[in-house]
Each structure stands twice: as C-alpha cells, then as structure tokens.
T-cell receptor, first 115, second 112 residues
Framework: GAGVSQSPSNKVTEKGKDVELRCDPISGHTALYWYRQSLGQGLEFLIY????????KSGLPSDRFSAERTGGSVSTLTIQRTQQEDSAVYLCASSLFDITGTEAFFGQGTRLTVV | TQLLEQSPQFLSIQEGENLTVYCNSS?????LQWYRQEPGEGPVLLVT???GGEVKKLKRLTFQFGDARKDSSLHITAAQPGDTGLYLC????????????WGLGTSLAVNP
C-alpha cells in the first residue's frame, strides 16, 4: 500500500483477554518499529525489527508482550492477559533503514481499551 | 535516563501570531527530529537536524539545533489554523541510533 496500515483502528477488550495488533509497513521498508502512546505521554519505544529479526526488544514492558515479523513485511504485536494499564494507542512505523537516517512513516495507530 | 523536555506543553494563539517551542535536554544527541501529529493520526516527520548550530527552514517553520546539540527550537511565523497539532521532538545518539528519545510534545491550537 501507499502508507503504513494498522488494524484494527480501535479495539476494546476485557481484562485478561489476549489481543493481536497488526502492522503492514510500506513495501520495501526493512526497518519496523512499534511504539506505545498513552494520554499525555510521549512515544514509548517497544521493539525494533530489521527484516524479520528483532535486534532491540528492550522496550517491551513485560513478558505478556511479544511481536513477530514475517516475510520482512507484516508485523503482529501480541498482548497476553491484557491489563487496564495496557490501554493506549499503539503506533507502528517503518523506514527504509534506520529511523535516524531516513524518514520514518507512521501508521494511524490502534487505540486499545482494556475494560 | 535521557529525557527531552518540551515547552510550553500547551499553546493557544490567534492566526497570524508568531510562536516558538523548545526542546531541551542535558544529553547530547547526534541528530534531532521534529514531527507533527494530528488527532487520530501518527506523527509525520517535519525535519531532521544533525549539525550543531544548524538552521533549517520549511516555509513558515524555522528549526534550529543548538550548538552543543542538546537543544532545539521550532519557530512558526504567521501561524495558520492548519498549523494546529501536537509537535514532538525526538533525539537520537550515536550509541543507540535505533531508539529515539521522545519529548511529550507541545499541543498547539491556532484560532482563526
């Protein structure tokens, strides 16, 4: 597609349920990032992919969070046993190589609400 | 812990006014990026500055990177309602290039 696409755009889930968030990056972009943005907060780095590997997953807040990327393209962020503090907007970004070397393109985000 | 402080946090001005927002840190960054984010959308890159003292202009927007590469400013001349949004700065250092450090942003409202 022409831009980074994220789905769903909104997700309401019950506490304790698992959720999957999907990111379709721009075709050909090798670098992919997941961020979390809470109300009144900046962007919190979660994980970085280069191709299918994740050289930096240091931002994942707990072992309930995991992410994978297949075919150097689509990425899925999975949150198991969701908690209310997981409520936030989850943003995905892709770039040609490195977020500091080339422009990063963001999706519109997935707003997750845990009730 | 690296931090980027943005000020002011909120700014509401009338169309035609000038404004400056600031991004400050005690840490040195190898580069700094400015983004604008509109409601329901992801941030969009405006500019990247990499050299201490660098000034970049984008139409009515002027970006400056501090000489010591610890701070940056964004000046908007004759603000328009279309400039309304959340302005975020993000810094990177040579040792951790892939993980940008983000400020909390300045929320700007330009009233017609």
């Amino acid at each position: 597609g022409a831009g980074v696409s994220q789905s769903p755009s909104n997700k309401v889930t019950e506490k304790g349920k698992d959720v999957e968030l999907r990111c379709d990056p721009i075709s050909g972009h090798t670098a992919l990032y997941w961020y979390r943005q809470s109300l009144g907060q900046g962007l919190e780095f979660l994980i970085y992919f280069q191709g299918n590997s994740a050289p930096d997953k240091s931002g994942l807040p707990s072992d309930r969070f995991s992410a994978e990327r297949t075919g150097g393209s689509v990425s899925t962020l999975t949150i198991q046993r969701t908690q209310q503090e997981d409520s936030a907007v989850y943003l995905c970004a892709s770039s040609l190589f490195d977020i500091t070397g080339t422009e990063a393109f963001f999706g519109q985000g997935t707003r997750l609400t845990v009730v | 812990t690296q931090l980027l402080e943005q000020s002011p946090q909120f700014l509401s001005i009338q169309e035609g006014e000038n404004l400056t927002v600031y991004c400050n840190s005690s840490s040195v960054f190898s580069s700094l990026q400015w983004y604008r984010q509109e409601p329901g959308e992801g941030p969009v890159l405006l500019v990247t500055v990499v050299t201490g003292g660098e000034v970049k202009k984008l139409k009515r927007l002027t970006f400056q990177f501090g000489d010591a590469r610890k701070d940056s400013s964004l000046h908007i001349t004759a603000a328009q309602p279309g400039d309304t949004g959340l302005y975020l700065c993000a810094g990177a250092n040579a040792g951790n290039n892939r993980k940008l450090i983000w400020g909390l942003g300045t929320s700007l409202a330009v009233n017609p």
